[in-house]
């Protein structure tokens, strides 16, 4: 099984900027995409952004041109660089992967997901 760690949650102010890191381990697995979502209460979990084997980013709209996803693909692990923070940005953070196991089974794996808030 994959497990994803997260990490970088936490308390900034409007204009501030945070960035959160994700890692992915627990066994034989290759992965493919690997991206991040968010969902704030009373709202649906949202696509933030997805980075794929070929280090191709797709964003959002509403984070395009302020937060940056990157990869390090030997280590599997991604990040989320935030910058230009929002009140509306407050959410729970999750990270996600799409994974390989053997020649037959493609899956989906999830973190926890970290808090990030923005206050005024």
């Known amino acids: 099984q994959v497990h994803l760690v997260e990490s970088g949650g936490g308390l900034v102010q409007a204009g501030g900027s945070l960035t959160l890191s994700c890692a992915a381990s627990g066994g034989t697995f290759r992965i493919n995409a690997m991206g991040w979502y968010r969902q704030a209460p009373g709202k649906q979990r949202e696509l933030v952004a997805t980075i794929s084997s070929t280090h191709t980013a797709n964003y959002a709209d509403s984070v395009k041109d302020r937060f940056t996803i990157t990869r390090d693909t030997a280590k599997n692990t991604v990040d989320l660089q935030m910058n230009s923070l929002k009140p509306e940005d407050t959410a729970v953070y999750y990270c996600?992967?799409?994974?390989?196991?053997?020649?037959?089974?493609?899956?989906?794996?999830w973190g926890q997901g970290t808090l990030v808030t923005v206050s005024s």
């Open positions: 996600k992967t799409t994974y390989s196991h053997g020649p037959y089974l493609t899956l989906d794996a």
